[in-house]
């Protein structure tokens, strides 16, 4: 009897060994500091975009189908409206499989900034993104000077503040 027992759990552990060999590298992570990663991914017309460079950039990974990503996304819009003519940048990369979705919610809130399409979140992934709302702002030079996981009030006075102050550095070099 102990003799099954053995063999059970030497077959068991074969097999969870097996199955830890394949699967996927954990994600890695962009940490503050770092230079962003670029990347490019189709915009709701079906056009290929990439990461703009020597701006600053407001980077955020979402879903329509994340209640928090939906809270923070008018606040997300009026940050936009107050600072686009200052220079700053919005990038919302959606993770939605659906495009249909994706196209209606952005119709629906009006979104006025860039939306990219990352179906198969393989751009999150390389950002190290599994949490969502995730975002990364991004200064002039390419690098990541914050990284936030979860809601913001981005129209919070420190926020725009700081962002602001971004807006008028001179990029060093």
């Known amino acids: 009897?102990?003799?099954?027992?053995?063999?059970?759990?030497?077959?068991?552990?074969?097999?969870?060994?097996?199955?830890?060999?394949?699967?996927?590298?954990?994600?890695?992570?962009?940490?503050?500091?770092?230079?962003?990663?670029?990347?490019?991914?189709?915009?709701?017309?079906?056009?290929?975009?990439?990461?703009?460079?020597?701006?600053?950039?407001?980077?955020?990974?979402?879903?329509?189908?994340?209640?928090?990503?939906?809270?923070?996304?008018?606040?997300?819009?009026?940050?936009?409206?107050?600072?686009?003519?200052?220079?700053?940048?919005?990038?919302?990369?959606?993770?939605?499989r659906n495009l249909s979705d994706l196209t209606g919610f952005v119709r629906e809130y009006g979104i006025p900034f860039e939306v990219l399409h990352d179906a198969d979140a393989s751009v999150s992934h390389r950002y190290g993104v599994y949490r969502y709302p995730e975002t990364f702002i991004i200064d002039r030079t390419g690098r990541v000077r914050t990284h936030v996981i979860g809601m913001m009030n981005w129209m919070d006075p420190v926020v725009v503040k700081a962002l602001q102050a971004m807006l008028i550095e001179k990029p060093k070099g």
Do not use: I
């Open 1 to 96: 009897m102990w003799k099954r027992w053995v063999a059970a759990a030497g077959l068991l552990v074969a097999v969870g060994l097996g199955a830890w060999h394949y699967l996927p590298d954990a994600p890695t992570k962009v940490e503050e500091g770092a230079v962003a990663p670029d990347f490019m991914l189709k915009d709701l017309n079906g056009v290929a975009r990439g990461l703009p460079k020597g701006e600053v950039v407001l980077l955020n990974f979402w879903a329509t189908w994340c209640p928090p990503c939906r809270q923070e996304m008018p606040s997300m819009v009026s940050l936009y409206q107050r600072l686009k003519d200052h220079g700053l940048k919005v990038v919302a990369v959606s993770v939605d």
